[in-house]
């Protein structure tokens, strides 16, 4: 839960050195943790791989399923796959879990917000 945490600051926030750094270590320590398959999807959509995104958000939903930010990730990259119906229904799951509340058009810029965010960084962090 502590580095879900610091994760969402770091994406907020921009820092990308934080963000790397903290998924480095959790990669190490917890392969398998829900929030490392995230990163790991953040990875396939800035490589434009959203079959391969949805993949490691799967995973991270099958043991997180409460998790409203990962089911925005599960829709967000569906509708970048064109499968927009599916994506709904997902969005209809994270609607009430996502800061912004109950407003679809504010959890998916938040979605947004935090995927590109999350991309840049890691992008970032590749051309060093």
Request: hydrophobic share 35%; with cysteine.
């Amino acid at each position: 839960v502590a580095y879900h945490n610091l994760s969402t600051v770091y994406l907020t926030m921009g820092c990308c050195n934080e963000l790397i750094k903290g998924y480095e270590e959790a990669k190490k320590r917890f392969p398998e943790d829900p929030i490392v398959h995230i990163d790991e999807g953040f990875m396939e959509l800035g490589a434009e791989n959203y079959n391969g995104a949805l993949t490691k958000f799967k995973l991270a939903l099958e043991k997180w399923s409460l998790s409203g930010v990962c089911n925005g990730y599960m829709a967000y990259t569906l509708e970048k796959l064109g499968r927009y119906e599916e994506a709904k229904q997902y969005w209809n799951l994270c609607i009430l879990r996502v800061p912004g509340g109950v407003n679809l058009q504010k959890v998916q810029t938040f979605i947004e917000k935090m995927v590109n965010n999350a991309v840049e960084c890691i992008q970032t962090s590749e051309n060093k």
